[in-house]
């Protein structure tokens, strides 16, 4: 791979810019023979009101905006590295947004002619890289350069890109797709920034065995996308069907597809695990609340799941006084499963730190972290109770 590097001034760069509003990106500069945003490119995030704004703040003040990078395909350039600056600047040109000068709001028009200048005599900076194109995918997962970082589903993306990635940036990276808003409610992220298609991706992927990167490999070429999206959406309806009331927020980004695969063959009663639910989600010894949904999932059984509040030591304390007195006086030991018992243990007395607090009626069967339902077990008798 070769680069070199050249100038253009931004008015060069920014002749015949289009953006696309409805798919937030910018498409082509230079006069058509700039692709701005080429497909294995992540979508135009700077229109934030400040990052787009600082990049004009900079050419009005003659600072920089760093280093951009075209890729020469032999027909056209594509933006490699700079998309986002680029943008920016076509969109302050093209009158799509406003900046505050001297406090007042500016568009480019209405800027004085010296300013409006100023931004369009800037020349930026740029290398135009010729290879392969593997080569220059490989450099563009090192570089990762100035700005915001890539998330992996992006870099997945540019190194996957083709008619798939086309695809499924269409149905799952699209904010404006009117199923985003009910998807959200289970999935975590931002689609623009892939975070959508890459739960999607990897719950599909995941059902076949394969990682993601190997499943985007193999459906590079694909035009469609029918089985990411039956299997994404079979997933976002088996949610709906078992857990009934409207979601809560805790549902959002938990592991739905490893759930689906787990558990939909299992048969609920809806109205049943709702009630259990809004019980678990108002019990304050529920220290793990996401937990709740994959323990109600597979029938109450794994409370680790819930990380169940403990008791505290005062309690303990006050629970071991009140035994160890009553043993004292019975002549027996102090806990009260080896006072049962038959061994040398029967008459044992044991320490505080040698006992471990037990539920005397199970937590998961209703019971309370109380003193009332405290017995506190010497260790070898508490664990080998199990589950409470
Ligand atoms: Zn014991």
Redesign the pocket.
Known sequence: MRADLNQYSVEDVCEGFVYNELEGRGLYGLAGQLVIQPEYQRNYIYNDGKRDVAVIDSLLKGYPIGLIYFVDNGQQFEVLDGQQRITSVGRFVTGKFAILRNGKEQVFSSLPPEERKLITDSELLVYVCTGTESEIKEWFQTINIAGVPLKPQELLNAIYSGPFVTAAKAEFSNSSNALQQKWSAYVKGDPKRQEVLADALGWVAASKGQAVDAYMAAHRVDTGIAELKTYFTTVIDWIDSVFTASPDKLMRGLAWGRLYEAYHYQSYSAAQLNADLQRLLGDPAVKSRKGIYEYLLGGQQDTTLLDVRIFDDTIKRQAYQQQTTKAQVAGTSN?P??AHGHNA?QTRTYALNEMEADHVSAWSRGGSTSLNNCEM??V??NRSKGNN
Do not use: M, P
Request: aromatic share 0%; proline share 0%; glycine share 0%.
């Open positions: 806990c499963l080896c243990n077990l010497c070898t008798h």
